[in-house]
């Protein structure tokens, strides 16, 4: 798929360029996740498959690179809350089918579904700073969804869904499981 190799490469060039420097690799992810998405709307393609090509090609480059899965999941939330607020879509529901989307993804690939639910929890609450959703919401939404899709994988990735989930509540974000939350982010 064009989409997906081509937006993998910008990445894995991104990654690269931003060296070590994590919080850099973060704020240039997070808008290369949004113009992705604005670019893939612009299009006319549809949203949720944007957003999955976005995810894989976030996880794609964050192996070839080997920025920390939990950074790339951060940036990844960021980005695609930008523009959800741009879209006037709802955060909380969006928030949830992207960590269960990525969770999912990361495991299909042999990553740490602890760092990608880690990642998505922290970007939650960064990237809801300018929509009208509060940080425990958004942190809840990133944590069930995450934990959902763990529950499909299996008893490994739950445990490290809730290792990273862990790590996100020693830095105080605070946030508890929800509702079921639906996969789908449209």
């Known amino acids: 798929?064009?989409?997906?190799?081509?937006?993998?490469?910008?990445?894995?060039?991104?990654m690269k360029s931003a060296g070590d420097a994590t919080t850099a690799a973060i704020d240039s992810m997070s808008h290369m996740v949004t113009d992705a998405l604005s670019e893939v709307e612009d299009n006319g393609s549809d949203y949720g498959d944007a957003l999955v090509?976005?995810?894989r090609g976030t996880i794609m480059a964050s192996k070839q690179t080997g920025l920390e899965l939990?950074?790339?999941?951060?940036?990844?939330?960021?980005?695609?809350?930008?523009r959800t607020k741009e879209l006037g879509k709802e955060s909380l529901?969006?928030?949830?089918?992207?960590?269960?989307?990525?969770?999912?993804?990361?495991?299909?690939?042999?990553?740490?579904?602890g760092s990608a639910?880690?990642?998505?929890?922290?970007?939650?609450?960064?990237?809801?700073?300018?929509?009208?959703?509060?940080s425990e919401e958004a942190a809840s939404a990133a944590y069930t969804g995450a934990l959902e899709a763990a529950e499909e994988i299996g008893a490994q990735a739950v445990q490290q869904v809730r290792n990273g989930a862990d790590v996100a509540k020693d830095k105080g974000i605070e946030f508890h499981q929800t509702s079921?939350?639906?996969?789908?982010?449209?």
């Open 53 to 55: 090509e976005t995810i």
């Open 70 to 82: 939990g950074a790339a999941s951060k940036g990844l939330m960021i980005g695609v809350l930008q």
């Open 93 to 113: 529901k969006t928030i949830g089918a992207t960590s269960f989307k990525l969770v999912k993804m990361t495991a299909e690939v042999g990553g740490d579904a």
């Open 117 to 134: 639910a880690r990642g998505a929890i922290e970007g939650a609450v960064d990237g809801v700073a300018d929509i009208a959703t509060n």
């Open 1 to 14: 798929m064009p989409m997906r190799e081509n937006f993998t490469e910008r990445m894995t060039n991104m």
């Open 180 to 186: 079921q939350i639906n996969s789908n982010p449209c």
